[in-house]
């Protein structure tokens, strides 16, 4: 029996409507099949959000050319506050990290949070020590 089919990177894929009303049925258990399983539903979603993906490639370039169209015209300046929107990122990261320790204490106290609250406020004073000493780091170089 034929029917219908057009190319997909060289492979035949069937025309739905073309097919017999088996060759239907054994269609959709191959796409259910296909839909349920790990990779299946990976790669339908990245087909459901093809056009997501296509549009937020092109906003990136167009931003892009933009930064770069203004490094030209304003290089100097451009590149300076470049050098504040990372310092400030490094310590606002730091900042957070501290707010997010003081969160964690309080729940700690107030709802005896135990061995994860005390690992997860270890882990905010290693972020907000590395992300200001970092912060440093970077006045210091961008300072010489």
Do not use: H
Request: aromatic letters at 18%; charged letters at 15%; proline letters at 1%.
């Amino acid at each position: 029996m034929t029917y219908g089919s057009w190319d997909l990177l060289s492979y035949c894929v069937p025309i739905y409507e073309q097919l017999s009303p088996s060759q239907q049925i054994e269609f959709d258990n191959l796409k259910q099949g296909f839909d349920n399983s790990n990779v299946g539903s990976f790669v339908l979603e990245l087909y459901l959000t093809r056009w997501v993906i296509v549009i937020c490639i092109f906003i990136a370039m167009g931003l892009s050319i933009g930064y770069i169209k203004l490094m030209d015209w304003k290089a100097l300046w451009m590149a300076w506050i470049s050098v504040v929107l990372v310092w400030v990122g490094l310590v606002l990261i730091g900042v957070c990290a501290y707010i997010g320790k003081n969160d964690a204490l309080v729940d700690s106290y107030l709802y005896g949070g135990g061995e994860v609250s005390k690992e997860n406020v270890r882990w905010y004073k290693v972020t907000y020590w590395m992300a200001w000493i970092f912060a440093g780091l970077y006045c210091l170089c961008a300072a010489c």
